[in-house]
């Protein structure tokens, strides 16, 4: 639970910020920034939803949803929605295997790195969640790490990778 409430904090934040531009430490160009990101990863075919200010993208039968937003805090955030994923929380090689596939599709190295070289704690704050918390490469450098989060409910799974600049 620890794990999850700063990452819906930060969620929140990214989808219903109410403070203007003239606020913001960073650009708040939500749109442009993640749009921009994807077009130099070379991703192609993502909506952008203005609503919840993220691109979207069917992939697979999953969702692909990608944030890239600056105000207090620049945050990137990657969700992928699995409907009708048999597989159970149990299953971590196939959790660890798909954010690894993550990782390396939005070129977030150092997650990468920490699932590949298995250099993560294994936490299930409950029944519904696993988190593969990474641990942060510098303290110093206020980028943070918020772990891998995979959630189940039902059928539908959901896996989510972020960080964030302080």
Known sequence: MKVLIPFALLFLSLTSYSQTEDDCVFNYDVKGLTMEWLQQLNQTNFVWDK???????????????????????FS?????????????????????????????LFDLKYYHTALKLKNFKLEKPNKNQI?????????????????VIVL??????KIIISKYLN
């Open 51 to 73: 609503n919840k200010k993220l691109a979207e993208k069917i992939k697979d039968g999953d969702t692909l949803r990608v944030s890239k937003v600056g105000c207090v805090h």
């Open 76 to 104: 990137w955030v990657v969700e992928v929605t699995m409907i009708e994923n048999q597989n159970t929380l149990e299953n971590t090689d196939f959790w660890l295997k798909k954010a690894m596939g993550i990782t390396e």
């Open 152 to 157: 189940a409910e039902n059928n539908i799974k």
């Open 131 to 147: 988190v593969f918390d990474i641990k942060d490469d510098d303290i110093t450098d206020n980028l943070f790490y918020l772990g």
